[in-house]
Antibody, heavy 118, light 107 residues
Framework: QVQLQQWGAGLLKPSETLSLTCAVY????????WNWIRQPPGKGLEWIGK???????NYNPSLKSRLTISVEPSKYQFSLKLSSVTAADPAMYYC????????????WGQGTLVTVSS | EILMTQSPATLSVSPGDRATLSCRAS??????LAWYQQKPGQAPRLLIY???TRATGVPARFSGSGSETEFTLTISSLQSEDFAVYYC?????????FGQGTKLEIK
């Protein structure tokens, strides 16, 4: 059974870059796409972006200018970088797996709480 | 961007009773609709995809129905572990979008 384990800095200052990594254990890496999703405290879910094993990406237009998602297929890992964080970016950030040609999310990481404070 | 609207925001139901949760899309999403369950402090869990297909390991008391713009998640005979927040998500049009959730609480 696939497991996603994520890590990264949880406390940032305004204007810094958010950086998270997600590792995939126990499943195929090439047969899926790999996503980042966030959830502000007490609110709903927002899809951030996705990447395929070949490095092809799709980003949410609302974040595209600040967003970079990258992949290291040999390590079964993918990463998120969100630059110039502001007070609008604090959230629980999740990595998640999506099946090819289907943009729903069948497996999720445990989440990383990101706080922005000066 | 497609707007997903869930109702009600909070639903109070007694254990053993049936719960019916609704999700409406601002335009047709065909049957490309998923439901997730989220418990406090946990990541969401996929319950239903394709509007009505249960994900692996999901109990049969969970069922999904609907198409186009109107969707329903039904939980028959609620168990204590079913009290949680439920989200719908459309994945027909990019970017995929989620509803704001329905909190299912014990009556």
């Amino acid at each position: 059974q696939v497991q996603l384990q994520q890590w990264g800095a949880g406390l940032l200052k305004p204007s810094e870059t958010l950086s998270l990594t997600c590792a995939v254990y126990g499943g195929s890496f090439s047969g899926y796409h790999w996503n980042w999703i966030r959830q502000p405290p007490g609110k709903g879910l927002e899809w951030i972006g996705k990447i395929y094993h070949n490095g092809s990406t799709n980003y949410n237009p609302s974040l595209k200018s600040r967003l970079t998602i990258s992949v290291e297929p040999s390590k079964y890992q993918f990463s998120l970088k969100l630059s110039s964080v502001t007070a609008a970016d604090p959230a629980m950030y999740y990595c998640a797996r999506g099946r090819l040609y289907e943009d729903f999310f069948s497996s999720w990481g445990q989440g990383t709480l990101v706080t922005v404070s000066s | 961007e497609i707007l997903m609207t869930q109702s009600p925001a909070t639903l109070s139901v007694s254990p053993g009773d049936r719960a019916t949760l609704s999700c409406r899309a601002s335009q047709s999403v065909s049957s490309r609709l998923a439901w997730y369950q989220q418990k406090p402090g946990q990541a969401p869990r996929l319950l239903i995809y394709g509007a009505s297909t249960r994900a692996t390991g999901v109990p049969a008391r969970f069922s999904g129905s609907g198409s186009e713009t109107e969707f329903t998640l039904t939980i028959s005979s609620l168990q204590s572990e079913d009290f949680a927040v439920y989200y719908c998500q459309q994945y027909d049009k990019w970017p995929q979008t989620f509803g704001q959730g329905t909190k299912l609480e014990i009556k």
